[in-house]
T-cell receptor
Framework: DVKVTQSSRYLVKRTGEKVFLECVQDMDHENMFWYRQDPGLGLRLIYFSYDVKMKEKGDIPEGYSVSREKKERFSLILESASTNQTSMYLC????????FGQGTRLTVV | DAKTTQPPSMDCAEGRAANLPCNHSTISGNEYVYWYRQIHSQGPQYIIHGLKNNETNEMASLIITEDRKSSTLILPHATLRDTAVYYCIAGYSGGYQKVTFGIGTKLQVIP
């Protein structure tokens, strides 16, 4: 079975902390994505990567960075977490259709 | 990627067919139409996709108009478990993909 695994289901961090959200896929997919989901706003694309070390900004990249050193792993980095980054974060990978992880609910206090 | 437009919400009686529309008037010739759904608190799940022909699988049917400017996802016998947000997106199959979602359609299946 296809699998996209996010490292944490729930996370609580303090304002100003550097936060790493990790995502691993086992399908050898080229494309990987990070989204955030907030009530009433749907899924919004933060960053995506179409190959190792390749990345492209999505619709809301401000305050985030990413890293893709290996094909199977795509990390989302909040350099200095702020309360407005409290959200559900979803990782996905794709070749044709996209497969999603279960999400990380991040609370920044 | 082409923009898609969906109604924000729909109701459907349990056991009846649910027909979810999507407009994608700017879709390019080699972009596919994909449908996903998201049940509360879970990651989105792929349902079906197609290019120009109608498609059917064990979950749903996809009807794409001849001009490819719109499509309809059909759940033939909706159950309470089909209550979810349904997303229609236009995108490429394989290779470079920038997959963006809109707000989707909240389908409520009513007993």
């Amino acid at each position: 079975d296809v699998k996209v695994t996010q490292s944490s289901r729930y996370l609580v961090k303090r304002t100003g902390e550097k936060v790493f959200l990790e995502c691993v896929q086992d399908m050898d997919h080229e494309n990987m994505f990070w989204y955030r989901q907030d009530p009433g706003l749907g899924l919004r694309l933060i960053y995506f990567s179409y190959d190792v070390k390749m990345k492209e900004k999505g619709d809301i990249p401000e305050g985030y960075s990413v890293s893709r050193e290996k094909k199977e792993r795509f990390s989302l980095i909040l350099e200095s977490a702020s309360t407005n980054q409290t959200s559900m974060y979803l990782c996905a990978s794709s070749l044709t259709e996209a497969f999603f992880g279960q999400g990380t609910r991040l609370t920044v206090v | 990627d082409a923009k898609t437009t969906q109604p924000p919400s729909m109701d459907c009686a349990e056991g009846r067919a649910a027909n979810l529309p999507c407009n994608h008037s700017t879709i390019s010739g080699n972009e596919y139409v994909y449908w996903y759904r998201q049940i509360h608190s879970q990651g989105p799940q792929y349902i079906i996709h197609g290019l120009k022909n109608n498609e059917t699988n064990e979950m749903a049917s996809l009807i794409i108009t001849e001009d490819r400017k719109s499509s309809t996802l059909i759940l033939p016998h909706a159950t309470l478990r089909d209550t979810a947000v349904y997303y229609c997106i236009a995108g490429y199959s394989g290779g470079y993909q920038k997959v963006t979602f809109g707000i989707g359609t909240k389908l409520q299946v009513i007993p």
